[in-house]
């Protein structure tokens, strides 16, 4: 591959890159059933599909079974501390895919990464946050008339494509991948319990059971980490600003409370509200000394990282993904992951068998706008419910789960409404 065709950080790296994406793979056995039927088909010859999405060993299963389906792939990491600089290696030596992405890229390489995969003028756009479709209603606005249309895989980037879309900025077409059942329910809320924890775990080793443990949201990521959390053995506790979701939260069993109350009482915080300044500095000088504090939503905005920076006596790194920092009263507050997804910057992120279906749904999503190109107006859509279905039902066959079918009298019932109390 030429010199300009990828940043990665170490193409020696490829060995080991490609040994876990074969393990990552062996997990993936519903993007698998996909990637053997685009190959027969070759779907989407012929096409360029530039991705921005985290740069882990999922995610270059999904880049493999789009290349298998007869597109030419360009990747770069949605994240400047999610890649996997292994994966990254592996992709462009092993699989000849043009990677853009290196683990602690500065923000400028991080939109020159971006930048390299939109030179390659794609057809379709796949994002993790929303970042190249910002960038074509932006900076490269020439290259939308090219475009079939786009993906978004997360939450945080599909309220912005609304807003975009609300606001008549949006001019192209995107699969809300995130809002098919088959992801939302199983990635945000499994897939992010378990990394979330798994990450806390990992950059400082501490115990949760019989820690205080203050959940900020209670959405589906939420959800999931305070589920594990509380399996663990912590004392969870949710914040929300939406009474629903607290009413929920609390009958789940959880103690609710306000943010500024459970400040003082959290030995670990975990904000994934996919909002900004949720964990303020006045929220952070509430703090007990020794507080843990992380973010799980998309952006580094959720805990108010430039505000601690200012004010901070000294900070110092004490592990990988945990910096100390001292304020100005001799408190110690502990910050993970740099205040970014501490899933991805600490640990690797959602399981293999989770993003089985999110990327499945991308690799479907894929093929819509492809079968669809020229129909869809520029609007955010859901993929059908058969698909949805679909991936649904692969999904148990491979655990091996079979289920029951609605007798012929049971689906007329349904749909009839003759018949009432006996
Ligand atoms: N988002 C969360 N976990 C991920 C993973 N393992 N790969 C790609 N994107 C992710």
Same mark, same amino acid.
């Given at each position: 591959?030429?010199?300009?065709?990828?940043?990665?950080?170490?193409?020696?790296?490829?060995?080991?890159?490609?040994?876990?994406?074969?393990?990552?793979?062996?997990?993936?056995?519903?993007?698998?059933?996909?990637?053997?039927?685009?190959?027969?088909?070759?779907?989407?010859?012929?096409?360029?599909?530039?991705?921005?999405?985290?740069?882990?060993?999922?995610?270059?299963?999904?880049?493999?079974? #789009?290349? !298998? $389906?007869?597109?030419? =792939? +360009? @990747?770069?990491?949605?994240?400047?501390?999610?890649?996997?600089?292994?994966? /990254?290696?592996?992709?462009?030596?092993?699989?000849?895919?043009?990677?853009?992405?290196?683990?602690?890229?500065?923000?400028?390489?991080?939109?020159?990464?971006?930048?390299?995969?939109?030179?390659?003028?794609?057809?379709?756009?796949?994002?993790?946050?929303?970042?190249?479709?910002?960038?074509?209603?932006?900076?490269?606005?020439?290259?939308?008339?090219?475009?079939?249309?786009?993906?978004?895989?997360?939450?945080?980037?599909?309220?912005?494509?609304?807003?975009?879309?609300?606001?008549?900025?949006?001019?192209?077409?995107?699969?809300?991948?995130?809002?098919?059942?088959?992801?939302?329910?199983?990635?945000?809320?499994?897939?992010?319990?378990?990394?979330?924890?798994?990450?806390?775990?990992?950059?400082?080793?501490? #115990?949760? !059971? $019989?820690?205080?443990? =203050? +959940? @900020?949201?209670?959405?589906?990521?939420?959800?999931?980490?305070?589920?594990? /959390?509380?399996?663990?053995?912590?004392?969870?506790?949710?914040?929300?600003?939406?009474?629903?979701?607290?009413?929920?939260?609390?009958?789940?069993?959880?103690?609710?409370?306000?943010?500024?109350?459970?400040?003082?009482?959290?030995?670990?915080?975990?904000?994934?509200?996919?909002?900004?300044?949720?964990?303020?500095?006045?929220?952070?000088?509430?703090?007990?000394?020794?507080?843990?504090?992380?973010?799980?939503?998309?952006?580094?905005?959720?805990?108010?990282?430039?505000?601690?920076?200012?004010?901070?006596?000294?900070?110092?790194?004490?592990?990988?993904?945990?910096?100390?920092?001292?304020?100005?009263?001799?408190?110690?507050?502990?910050?993970?992951?740099?205040?970014?997804?501490?899933?991805?910057?600490?640990?690797?992120?959602?399981?293999?068998?989770?993003?089985?279906?999110?990327?499945?749904?991308?690799?479907?999503?894929?093929?819509?706008?492809?079968?669809?190109?020229?129909?869809?107006?520029?609007?955010?859509?859901?993929?059908?419910?058969?698909?949805?279905?679909?991936?649904?039902?692969?999904?148990?066959?491979?655990?091996?789960?079979?289920?029951?079918?609605?007798?012929?009298?049971?689906?007329?019932?349904?749909?009839?409404?003759?018949?009432?109390?006996?």
């Amino acid at each position: 591959m030429r010199k300009k065709d990828f940043d990665v950080k170490d193409l020696s790296l490829a060995t080991e890159g490609k040994l876990k994406i074969g393990w990552a793979g062996r997990q993936m056995p519903v993007l698998r059933s996909i990637k053997d039927r685009f190959a027969k088909e070759k779907t989407l010859k012929g096409l360029t599909i530039g991705a921005c999405l985290h740069i882990t060993s999922e995610t270059a299963n999904l880049l493999i079974t #789009l290349k !298998a $389906g007869g597109a030419k =792939v +360009v @990747a770069s990491a949605s994240n400047p501390l999610s890649t996997q600089d292994n994966v /990254a290696a592996s992709l462009v030596r092993d699989y000849k895919i043009p990677t853009y992405a290196i683990k602690g890229e500065d923000s400028k390489t991080y939109y020159s990464h971006l930048n390299n995969v939109l030179d390659y003028n794609p057809q379709i756009t796949m994002d993790d946050g929303a970042d190249l479709v910002n960038l074509l209603h932006t900076k490269r606005k020439n290259l939308i008339k090219n475009i079939i249309g786009s993906s978004e895989e997360t939450t945080t980037g599909v309220i912005r494509l609304k807003a975009m879309e609300k606001d008549g900025a949006l001019k192209l077409p995107v699969i809300a991948v995130n809002d098919s059942d088959t992801k939302h329910l199983f990635d945000n809320r499994y897939g992010t319990g378990q990394s979330t924890v798994d990450g806390i775990i990992r950059a400082t080793n501490v #115990l949760l !059971a $019989g820690k205080n443990f =203050v +959940v @900020a949201g209670y959405g589906w990521c939420s959800r999931g980490i305070a589920m594990r /959390a509380n399996g663990m053995g912590a004392n969870v506790v949710i914040t929300e600003i939406n009474p629903v979701r607290a009413l929920e939260a609390a009958m789940d069993g959880y103690r609710v409370m306000r943010i500024n109350d459970a400040a003082k009482i959290g030995d670990i915080f975990v904000s994934a509200t996919g909002d900004k300044h949720v964990i303020s500095l006045e929220i952070i000088k509430l703090m007990k000394d020794g507080a843990v504090v992380a973010n799980s939503g998309h952006f580094d905005v959720e805990i108010d990282m430039a505000g601690l920076e200012k004010i901070k006596k000294s900070k110092r790194r004490i592990r990988p993904s945990l910096d100390e920092y001292v304020l100005k009263n001799g408190k110690k507050i502990y910050i993970l992951g740099e205040g970014r997804l501490v899933n991805l910057a600490a640990a690797e992120g959602h399981p293999a068998e989770v993003m089985d279906m999110s990327f499945a749904n991308q690799a479907l999503a894929a093929e819509y706008l492809v079968k669809n190109k020229g129909k869809l107006s520029p609007k955010v859509y859901v993929l059908p419910k058969e698909i949805d279905d679909k991936i649904a039902m692969l999904k148990l066959t491979s655990m091996g789960i079979s289920i029951d079918k609605l007798t012929k009298e049971q689906s007329k019932y349904l749909s009839s409404w003759q018949e009432g109390t006996k």
